[in-house]
């Protein structure tokens, strides 16, 4: 069977393409000379996941699924959501993103956050949504340098380790895109 996985993050494509059963054969945006960038012009996390599965379906009529994720933090009243690609401004600069956020959190208790992924899936004559959450906090400092976006910061919820000090496996085994993945793997097989 083969998927196209709507994203240009090469992260992404990597720790999800290392959850899939070699049954499935992973195509890139680059697999199919897709190089525009989706425009996510949604409002929210799920609207920008089936924005991008389906720009995908109509331009190459292909089975696809995309991944929209934010991080949201509890007492930024869930910022930076559905702007955290583009929360300092630059869009993907993890770094000014991290710093802005780290500024934001300054004198605040409640560090509390949550990664969220909308799994958009969209098969001929299937559209489906897949959620994954991930609950957790935003540390002071940045350790590890695994992973990619906000890793450094985000230490998940009974875990003394920030994502970005885990393997490719352990984040995928606790983390919000690995069970949006493992529930979109489980529709599949059926
Ligand atoms: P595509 O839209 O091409 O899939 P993107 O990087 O724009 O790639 P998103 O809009 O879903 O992806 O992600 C928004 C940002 O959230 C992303 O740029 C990262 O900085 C951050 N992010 C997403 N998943 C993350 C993860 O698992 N760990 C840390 N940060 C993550």
Known sequence: MKLVFATHNKNKFTEVKA???NRIELLSLDDIGCNEDIEETADTIEGNA??????VRN???LSCFADDTGLEVQSLNGE????????????????ANIEKLLKNLEGKKDRSARFKTAIALNMEHE?????GICEG?????LRGDSGFGYDPVFQPKGFDKTFAEMTLTQKSEIGHRGKAMRQLIE???K
């Open 137 to 141: 906090e935003i540390i002071k400092e």
């Open 59 to 61: 331009n190459y009529n």
């Open 127 to 131: 559209e489906i949504m897949f959620l």
């Open 50 to 55: 089936i924005l991008k599965a389906n720009y």
């Open 80 to 95: 930076p959501g559905v702007f955290s690609a583009r929360y300092a401004g630059v869009s993907h600069d993890s770094n």
């Open 187 to 189: 529709y599949l097989s």
């Open 19 to 21: 959850m899939l059963p």
